[in-house]
């Protein structure tokens, strides 16, 4: 589509009014001034339809729906004229009876000479084509060849008889008549000039996509890497226990044995905070997760107390100051307190001037946005965030902590200043972007850069710079929309989604062009092969493979819409028109109902196995 066409259009109208009102004047002299503005008007109104119908013809070919008909009518008008002086016959004096012998002689003359004169497919011109012109039509015919030998031809409703092919009980007499032994050729020829038509184009999208995903890459790790960001390499989650001075302190001051999980990497890559901090996806920083909403409550409900606005209901004795006899103080219950043979005060805090307050809220330990009243020295070994200034979980938002973006941002989360524990807006959508330029690891990089290039360029060469876009990122940005409502938990990134989108074009191409693409059986073996495999890997920590099922299905989708394709006979055309018309509301259907069910039901009840499509646990490493 040329916008170009649109200014073309309003200049058309312009030029066309006055040219009528000039002509009209000329020639209605006679007429009053109101019949000739009238004339003047009527002709800008014509040239306006013919504009506007170049612009829809326009918009309708840059879709795929009216596709090159111009160039094979005029190609077919062509052939037609060629054609006229070869299909004319000699008047003879009629018989009632069989064609005799010469008239046989004369007909078969006539078909010899018009096939050698006007039935020639074309040869490709000098642009390269981004299908191999000669296996494809080799293919075409020898797929044509077979139709034809059968006695039967496949329909979609049954069998039909094959007329064209050679049939024993039939006379031979006479010799098969001009109109069906054309057909064939008529029909090559007009798939080789859609070939011919077809433009190529460089696939720039894709190189540069492709390069800006690997130089983020090589700041994004080197940056990690200094530091010391990096996760061991290895799968899952692998418990370790203190020993000798590395086991913290804890409320009382005695030295306690601590467990850790420490975080492994098999993509050798940072660990999944560092990757938040630059905009993976957690579903929990996108919306206002119910999940955290019941956590938030169920922890003001246990810290509850009349000296900091949140009264017990009567059922709870809430948490207070605890001072032991070594003068460390913190915020407990009762139990607790009794346990460090402490003294408690309930519903009161403790004085943050002149206490020497040793445990307070540490966030971070897990991603789930849990929280703990622990020593620093626990905290910090296993691998949280102590709040320094706080006393209770109830008054600490530990989300914010983890959603924070590396840099000081107007999309870091703020807490609700009715519920302090909660976000008062999580909303951090372009979650669902970033993560399309961002990798978990070199291993994960090389993969998609490798599949990126292998099926991108191809689809590029024949769709172009724009086409390529819209799905590329409809792919991505449809995938992670999908995974953010089966994975809630989990931190997930790369562009695994637009690379699977990628892979179902090339499965949609595959199938739009089956009779001239050379052994398609065996392009599709390796396609299904190619997405077996990664469907497999995306059971491992790190692959998202619901983002992989959801941007397989919105490139199926979009591939349909925006992919030009070659049509062979009017019932294809028709065929792939209608899949057009239909996939392109169902693609705008399917962003809204994975967005309602995102945001607005946000939840996941329906399917208790879908947990085991993104992971399996291979290991005792992994938790699912």
């Known amino acids: ?257 601590v467990t850790r999980k420490v975080e492994h990497n098999f993509l050798y890559g940072p660990t999944s905070k560092y990757l938040l901090q630059f905009g993976a996806k957690l579903t929990t920083c996108m919306r206002q997760d119910t999940n955290v909403k019941l956590i938030a409550a169920k922890e003001r409900e246990v810290q509850c107390g009349s000296g900091w606005d949140m009264p017990c209901d009567g059922t709870q004795t809430g948490y207070g100051c605890c001072g032991l006899t070594s003068g460390r103080k913190g915020m407990t219950n009762q139990a607790t307190c009794a346990a460090n043979g402490g003294t408690w005060s309930q519903g009161t805090l403790c004085d943050a001037k002149l206490d020497y307050i040793v445990i307070r809220p540490c966030c971070g330990i897990s991603l789930d946005s849990q929280c703990e009243i622990i020593t620093d020295l626990e905290c910090s070994y296993r691998g949280g965030t102590w709040h320094s200034t706080g006393q209770l979980c109830s008054q600490t938002m530990c989300l914010g902590d983890l959603c924070k973006l590396s840099q000081t941002s107007s999309y870091d989360l703020t807490a609700d200043s009715s519920y302090p524990n909660q976000p008062k807006s999580a909303n951090q959508w372009f979650r669902f972007i970033l993560p399309l330029f961002l990798h978990a690891g070199v291993i994960q990089l090389f993969i998609i850069i490798t599949i990126q290039l292998y099926a991108g360029c191809e689809i590029e060469e024949q769709a172009g710079f724009l086409r390529v876009l819209l799905i590329y990122f409809i792919s991505g940005i449809g995938g992670y929309i999908v995974s953010g409502i089966f994975v809630t938990a989990e931190v997930t990134t790369g562009a695994d989604p637009a690379v699977y989108g990628l892979l179902a074009v090339m499965l949609v191409e595959l199938f739009q062009s089956w009779q001239i693409v050379p052994r398609a059986g065996l392009e599709l073996l390796k396609l299904s092969g190619l997405s077996i495999v990664l469907l497999m890997i995306g059971t491992l920590p790190y692959i998202d493979n619901w983002s992989h099922i959801g941007g397989f299905c919105f490139g199926i989708v979009s591939g349909i819409v925006f992919l030009p394709y070659v049509t062979f006979g009017d019932w294809d055309l028709a065929r792939k028109r209608v899949l057009v018309l239909v996939c392109a509301p169902l693609m705008i259907f399917m962003l809204v109902i994975a967005l309602v069910v995102f945001y607005v039901l946000q939840t996941t009840t329906f399917c208790s196995w879908c947990n085991y499509v993104n992971c399996i646990p291979y290991t005792s490493a992994i938790t699912c």
């Not at 040219?19 to 008007?41: F, L």
């Not at 494809?136 to 077979?146: C, D, F, N, Q, T």
């Open 1 to 257: 589509f040329h916008f170009s066409r649109l200014a073309s259009f309003f200049r058309g109208a312009m030029m066309a009014a006055v040219r009528g009102r000039d002509s009209s004047a000329n020639i209605n002299d006679g007429k009053n001034p109101m019949q000739r503005r009238t004339s003047a008007w009527q002709v800008a109104g014509e040239q306006a339809k013919k504009g506007v119908s170049n612009l829809g013809n326009a918009m309708g070919r840059w879709l795929g729906v009216t596709g090159h008909e111009d160039e094979v009518a005029t190609r077919m008008e062509a052939y037609r004229r060629r054609k006229s002086k070869a299909d004319i016959i000699t008047p003879k004096a009629r018989t009632p009876h069989a064609p005799t012998e010469a008239n046989v002689m004369q007909l078969r003359q006539i078909l010899q000479e018009s096939d050698s004169d006007g039935d020639e497919i074309p040869e490709p011109k000098d642009k390269l084509l981004s299908r191999d012109y000669d296996k494809s039509m080799a293919h075409y015919r020898k797929l044509r060849a077979e139709e034809l030998a059968k006695a039967q031809k496949p329909g979609w409703f049954g069998g039909v008889e094959n007329k064209d092919s050679a049939d024993p009980r039939r006379s031979v007499a006479a010799p098969p008549p001009p109109r069906r032994k054309h057909s064939k050729k008529r029909n090559e020829t007009l798939v080789a000039m859609q070939l011919q038509a077809l433009p190529t184009f460089t696939p720039y999208f894709i190189y540069t996509i492709t390069f800006i995903q690997f130089a983020l890459a090589v700041c994004f790790f080197a940056y990690a890497y200094s530091l010391s960001m990096f996760a061991p390499f290895g799968l899952g989650f692998i418990s370790q226990t203190c020993s000798g001075n590395d086991c913290p302190q804890s409320f009382n001051g005695t030295t306690i044995t």
